[in-house]
């Protein structure tokens, strides 16, 4: 297995002073619980408890003090009590909503325990009437793996070592546009992944990724409340790949009799599974972001390569130069808001665009990020050029002058100018630095 990114990031909440039990998010099939024991190798004691087995689960459903718990969860694994570091994973605990309570008394009771929980659906359980531990424990997402991690999963380790690089030379350009656009073709699915690095073969996917797609499917029952919201959630998996990156209406979404009611419950449940999201576009140029509910969202979903199977545009990536070039740009615009997405760990990032509908002048701009209290417009382009309509009526109304654009060029700045006549500074970043765009941002910038 190759390293995943967030195994830095448990390295750094293991070292904290004050540390509570993590809580790792994210859809199925990430990776969660490889990561997970891929970081246990760094203690002596690692305890894996999957709430899916009634003998796991009942550990934490009997009623007897919190110490005497912990003795019968050593007892359960045939482990002792040590005096080193042990790690405890509960694995699927949106099984047992009495552990999710317990949570607490590992942060209050056993400091010397490190404690990490999964599972999928969690806000449904913040929905329910128990004691969710707030303040008591930490969160943390773990998304499909970044083109970094796509890298080092394929054994590329010296345009690794240059990614990592501050600056990239321009001699290494084709090569990583090569790769990004290997990468935006399968996605970063974990399985996929290990697939495609240990045959190369394109073709041997196809079932992997059908497999996966079947599983959300078979999973829907438990996340309707209705035999009516299964079917309604079924119709919004089955559709949804087709409609990634577009702005969706809810009535009669996918060609349905469904109604508005209807499809909107089904996303909403849906997004709670992080298979999908619905970004509802800002209409300011300024922060704070306020995203305007009353409009139509932008649906993206969590996985660009599930998106690209589900259109049959495989082959046609794979032949195309640019990105860009496939789907009306469309691909290339959705894997830029994943990798915006996969590269930060918090659960409170999200995607952001822009758009402004006046009769006659409409404009809508790509992603819009914060960067020292400025809110930064970013337009994803194909080849080396593209006009900039709506980045420039951004910039028109924005009280700072710096725009960002993805395209297939290499790096660089220009003075720009926008159709009215105001004058940004326009950042140019190919496809592949999406990852380090926050990095970049800080050196140009400030």
């Excluded at 007897?64 to 405890?88: C, D, H, M, W």
């Excluded at 035999?227 to 969706?248: C, L």
Aim: net charge neutral; proline share 3%.
């Amino acid at each position: 297995m190759f390293h995943r990114s967030i195994i830095n990031e448990f390295q750094i909440w293991a070292a904290k002073p004050d540390r509570r039990p993590l809580v790792l998010r994210g859809a199925r099939q990430v990776g969660k619980t490889t990561a997970v024991k891929m970081f246990a190798q760094e203690f002596d004691l690692f305890i894996y408890l999957n709430l899916d087995k009634a003998e796991h689960r009942n550990i934490f459903e009997g009623d007897y003090p919190f110490n005497e718990l912990l003795s019968r969860l050593f007892l359960s694994v045939g482990k002792e009590r040590q005096a080193g570091k042990t790690l405890i994973f509960i694995d699927e605990i949106q099984n047992s909503l009495k552990t999710v309570a317990l949570l607490r008394y590992f942060y209050e009771e056993a400091t010397d325990l490190y404690v990490i929980a999964a599972g999928s659906l969690l806000e449904n359980i913040m929905d329910k009437n128990i004691s969710f531990p707030v303040g008591r424990v930490e969160f943390m997402a773990m998304h499909p793996c970044t083109f970094q991690e796509f890298l080092e999963a394929i054994g590329e380790e010296q345009i690794l070592k240059l990614f990592e690089q501050d600056i990239i030379p321009s001699y290494a350009h084709d090569k990583f546009t090569v790769l990004y656009k290997r990468y935006a073709t399968i996605g970063g699915m974990p399985q996929i992944l290990d697939n495609y690095a240990g045959t190369g073969d394109y073709t041997s996917l196809r079932t992997i990724y059908v497999s996966l797609i079947t599983s959300y499917v078979e999973d829907v029952e438990k996340y309707a409340r209705s035999a009516s919201m299964i079917q309604y959630i079924r119709h919004v998996i089955s559709s949804a790949f087709q409609e990634a990156g577009s702005r969706v209406t809810f009535d009669k979404f996918g060609n349905s009799p469904y109604r508005s009611r209807e499809i909107k419950e089904a996303f909403t449940t849906l997004e709670k599974t992080m298979l999908l999201k619905l970004v509802y576009p800002l209409i300011s140029t300024k922060l704070p972001f306020s995203p305007d509910l009353r409009k139509k969202p932008r649906l993206h979903i969590f996985d660009t390569g599930l998106v690209n199977y589900s259109l049959g545009i495989m082959d046609e990536l794979i032949a195309e130069k640019y990105l860009n070039d496939v789907y009306r740009g469309r691909i290339a615009e959705h894997i830029i808001g994943q990798e915006l997405i996969s590269n930060s760990f918090s659960v409170l990032n999200s995607l952001n665009f822009w758009t402004r509908e006046k009769k006659g002048s409409s404009a809508e701009v790509d992603y819009v990020v914060s960067h020292r209290g400025m809110a930064i417009p970013i337009e994803v382009k194909a080849g080396a050029s593209g006009k900039l309509r709506s980045l420039h009526q951004f910039v028109d109304t924005s009280p700072h002058d710096w725009a960002v654009r993805f395209y297939s060029g290499e790096f660089g700045m220009e003075d720009a100018r926008t159709i009215s006549g105001k004058h940004y500074k326009l950042i140019n970043l190919p496809h592949y630095l999406v990852g380090k765009l926050q990095g970049i941002l800080n050196s140009i910038i400030g």
